[in-house]
């Protein structure tokens, strides 16, 4: 950028980039925001629990549950307490990892996530929101779950990609090298899902991209420009989230994607995301989803290794209005309340546990 151009105000007659706002660096969060050396040794198990689930060593079920996105740091880990609370009762057969949401894809546009506008009113303070995103994260962490998020700028990930045990790559991203770059440099597992079209195959070379090594341009934590090398991440697995021509939680469609994987020489991992083209969009659905998913396994089918809900303190989702926001709802994808969203999960596990 010349100076001419960071200086310039975007006008509507002079379209352009603003002067840009310094952040911090990802190195000066984690030194403000740190993990002790214990709760860095619980991520590592955490993480190493989901792999074991990948790789057939353990066979409770990955259950990635939250809300569609979290806008309110109180009501997140209202819903975290809850969730640990659950996990003391359905913990033998299910691994439940909470959603923490911090980045969202939108269609075209809309509210981006707390890292993007923490204060939920077009101010877009991201130096705010990214230590807001961390500390949300590091609270939930500590109560001992497991934590999951979608990441989306690849810049963005190196703010809390410590704290993170397992990664969406969004249905917008699969096919972007980008997004396969940066999940091949992950210490957490990372689930692609199938394209909005309902195209699995974007999501199955992501997982071929993804395990191999690269090279690609990006910053370290300090914030200098550099080539980062990456080893590459053979933990990822695919991730059904239905498509424009409807669900693909069926058997048939499961058996497609089954083939499709060995096909391409992955390993047949499968999670359901029972919320998005699945659901059909209405959040209700999910819980016939889930118990189809459930009913399958059940029957013998052992690549289906999780299932994903869109689920708050309270049910549905609300229009983005910040002087009058309804405590626990969603403000993107509608999702079901707790109490849907316990018992739901206790007769899952309940289920699994009568075999
Ligand atoms: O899960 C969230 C949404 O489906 C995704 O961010 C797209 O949202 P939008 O279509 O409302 O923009
Ligand atoms: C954006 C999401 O999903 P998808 O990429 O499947 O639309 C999400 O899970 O929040």
Known sequence: ???????????????????????????????RLPVSASLARQIADNR??????????????????GPCSVHDPVAALEYAERLAALDKVVGDRLLLVM????????????????????????????????????????DIAEL????????????AGAYFDDLLSWVAIGARTTE?????????????????????????????????????????FGITA???PAMIETSGNPATHLVLRGGQAGPNHDAASIAASRRAMSQAGLEARIMVDCSHANA?????????????VLEQRLAGDRSLIGVMLESHLFEGKQALNPSALRYGVSITDACLGWEATDS????????LRST
Do not use: C
Request: hydrophobic share 40%.
């Open 1 to 31: 950028m010349d100076a001419a151009t960071s200086l310039r105000k975007p006008t509507s007659s002079t379209p352009g980039p603003a002067r840009p706002l310094p952040l911090p660096s990802a190195y000066e969060l984690r030194q």
């Open 48 to 65: 190493q629990a989901v792999r074991a689930i990948l790789d057939g060593e353990d066979d409770r079920l990955l259950v990635v549950t």
């Open 99 to 138: 959603r923490v949401y911090v980045e969202k894809p939108r269609t075209t546009v809309g509210w981006k996530g707390m890292a993007y506008d923490p204060h939920l009113d077009g101010s877009d303070d991201m130096a705010a929101g990214l230590a807001m995103a961390r500390r949300l994260m590091r």
């Open 144 to 155: 001992g779950l497991p934590v999951a998020t979608e990441l989306l700028q690849p810049m």
């Open 176 to 216: 972007s090298q980008i997004h396969r770059e940066l999940a091949s440099g992950l210490a957490a597992t990372v689930g692609f899902k199938n394209g909005t079209q309902g195209n699995v195959d974007v999501a199955i070379a992501a997982m071929q991209s993804a395990a191999h090594p690269h090279r690609h």
């Open 222 to 224: 300090e914030g200098y």
């Open 280 to 292: 059909r969009k209405d959040h209700r659905r999910q819980t016939e989803v889930l118990y189809d």
């Open 344 to 351: 739901l999960l206790t007769r899952a596990a309940e289920r």
